[in-house]
């Protein structure tokens, strides 16, 4: 592997700041090396100083995407802080029945497994109700996973046994263990590419917005910044959901707290 100096390590800190509000600590340097020095050599590149360059460069918006990609890609599994599809059950099921679309955004989705873990709540309590849910992510490489659908079964392992037998399929032969998200559930489920970071298009609104284990990533202005752009997506009486280790202190007044880490906008 190729070292990675200081003042290197310094470049890509503010590279993936700009390009997504991400704040890198010091102890994330051997992370960033690991994840980049395949790139380096793909390119033929002597140092990350070489590679650095090669993404300021113009004609390479396609590798600034891919050294987005590769520093933003986190870990998750389904049914993940499961307080929070305890929650979404609730209002569900107090929606059921409704006419008008309950919609649902994974607003930081990853590879997709807490967009399926929503839509399957949904799927068994609201009935005759319209719903979608919508997952986004920076990433356009953990976006075309998710959209596969095609997960191993240590990421399943928190999923009601119910839930795997309804909207899952078993990985047989070259697929053994592995599951597909089956196609019915697939198809109300619906991913985009959206820099949180940036202003949003016009996504919402929705009843309830999962913002889960990011803002850790921010820092505080970067918080308020993306929070506010988050906020104005929710409907009237709607509710965010962030992870359990974060908090909304001195982030944003605009949502009162309901339950640990659940917040609900003014009606």
């Given at each position: 592997m190729h070292a990675l100096n200081d003042t290197e390590f310094?470049?890509?800190?503010?590279?993936?700041?700009?390009?997504?509000?991400?704040?890198?600590?010091?102890?994330?340097?051997?992370?960033?090396?690991?994840?980049?020095?395949?790139?380096?050599?793909?390119?033929?590149?002597?140092?990350?100083?070489?590679y650095f360059r090669l993404l300021s460069a113009p004609q390479h918006g396609a590798e600034v995407q891919i050294a987005v990609d590769l520093l933003t890609t986190n870990e998750t599994y389904f049914f993940r802080e499961s307080k929070h599809f305890d929650?979404?059950?609730?209002?569900?099921?107090?929606?059921?029945?409704?006419?008008?679309?309950?919609?649902?955004?994974?607003?930081?989705?990853?590879?997709?497994?807490?967009?399926?873990?929503?839509?399957?709540?949904?799927?068994?309590?609201l009935e005759t109700t319209p719903w979608e849910v919508m997952g986004s992510d920076i990433s356009t490489?953990?976006?075309?996973?998710?959209?596969?659908?095609?997960?191993?079964?240590?990421?399943?392992?928190?999923?009601?046994?119910?839930?795997?037998?309804?909207?899952?399929?078993?990985?047989?032969?070259?697929?053994?263990?592995?599951?597909?998200?089956?196609r019915q559930l697939r198809?109300?489920?619906?991913?985009?590419?959206?820099?949180?970071?940036?202003a949003l298009p016009?996504?919402?609104?929705?009843?309830?917005?999962?913002?889960?284990?990011?803002?850790?990533?921010f820092n505080e202005e970067t918080k308020r910044q993306v929070v506010t752009r988050v906020l104005s997506q929710i409907k009237p009486g709607g509710y965010f959901c962030i992870g359990h280790s974060e908090s909304l202190n001195d982030i944003s007044q605009a949502v009162k707290a309901v339950a640990p880490s659940i917040y609900q906008k003014p009606a």
């Open positions: 310094t470049h890509f800190q503010r590279f993936i700041f700009d390009a997504a509000g991400i704040t890198l600590s010091g102890a994330k340097k051997a992370l960033v090396a690991g994840r980049l020095s395949k790139r380096l050599a793909h390119h033929h590149l002597e140092s990350f100083g070489d929650f979404l059950r609730q209002q569900a099921l107090a929606a059921r029945n409704r006419t008008q679309m309950f919609r649902v955004w994974s607003a930081a989705s990853s590879s997709g497994e807490e967009a399926y873990s929503i839509a399957m709540v949904l799927a068994d309590c490489r953990v976006l075309a996973g998710a959209q596969r659908a095609h997960y191993s079964l240590e990421r399943a392992r928190h999923i009601p046994q119910n839930y795997l037998q309804r909207f899952c399929l078993k990985g047989r032969d070259e697929h053994e263990g592995s599951l597909l998200v089956n198809s109300r489920v619906h991913f985009r590419q959206v820099n949180l970071n940036a016009e996504l919402g609104p929705f009843d309830i917005i999962f913002l889960r284990n990011v803002m850790i990533y």
